[in-house]
């Protein structure tokens, strides 16, 4: 196919191009091809983050998640500084070299409490990822000068108007004003979007992906909507796997040198998602390392994977599953290449 072979040569495709691939009758060679760009440039390591979910009380109300402050069916939970350092220091144990801190945008955990997480985490050698949500130029940077690493937040989708929508009392020119900061701040940012929302067409997920080429991201996290039932998304019916499987695949093409995850939403919708994603672009798996009770509570769609067994069978199980793809694990922390060209060209 033509548009496949031109992306293999160039990593560059305009926005019908790029519709055309997202709606291929049979998807089977764009991602033989998205493997291919995958294998060439960033290898067979599949790199492991350990995610710390630390709290899932949130001051905003998006329609399809979860997690959104009028969902009163939630069982809110905050883990204090002392217990996130203890989960970073175990995932440590683990193997992991990279851990990342999610919360929902929950104002509890100001710039101090973060400040000293991040130090007590930094100091155990392990690259840090933030993904708390959207915050000040003045709070990115004290985090950064405390020691994180990495951003991740996803614009979720660049139509403005369906953003606006769907993330209400939320602006998309503040999420722009955020992915913008943490470049600034040197920050290795991850973003992403969902595929499948209400109102979002091929076209629209075709400009998320020029988006994400031109910011550039370095990292780029990309799921299939899944409707909650205990939100006003919750009748949506449509599987989303196949163009959430689709879109990354096409991201790699585009993107060679970032880092794809494989989302835990994936395997969400299909047993082996995981697999398929990692088989199609992806060079990155987040298993969950939260403990105990609120391991079940951090629920942002329904059937999330691993919410009954712990971190270490989910560390186990996940290295049988690459080693089965005939991948191995990184051995680094598995910073972006893309983070590391950027550098290079700001120093010419
Ligand atoms: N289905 C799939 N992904 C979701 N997220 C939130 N709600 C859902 C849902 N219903 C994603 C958003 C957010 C990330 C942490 O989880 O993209 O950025
Ligand atoms: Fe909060 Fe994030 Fe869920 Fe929106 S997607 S309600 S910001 S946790
Ligand atoms: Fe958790 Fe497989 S990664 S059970």
Redesign the pocket.
Known sequence: MDIIEKALKDHSLNKTEITELLRLKDAAPLYAAADVVRKKYVGDEVHLRGLIEFSNICKQN?L????RRDNKKVKRYRLSAEEIIKLAENAKNYGYKTVVL?SGEDSFYDADKMTYIIKKIKALDLALTL?LGEKTFEEYRIYREAGADRY???I?TTDKSLYERLDPGMSFENRLRCLKDLKELGYEVGS???AGLPGQSEDSIAEDILFMKNLPVHMA?I??????PD?P?GEEKKN?FEIALRTMAVTRLLMPLINIPA?T?ME?LDKDGRLKALQSGANVVMPNVTEGEVRKLYI???GKICTGETPSVCRGCIENKIKAAGRSIGLGKGVSKAYVYDKSEETL
């Open positions: 998006c399809y998640c979860g997690l999610q993904s991740l937040l996803r979720e992403g979007i969902m996290g799921g299939p909507f899944i409707a909650h939100t998304l989303n989302t939403a969400a942002l769609y329904p």
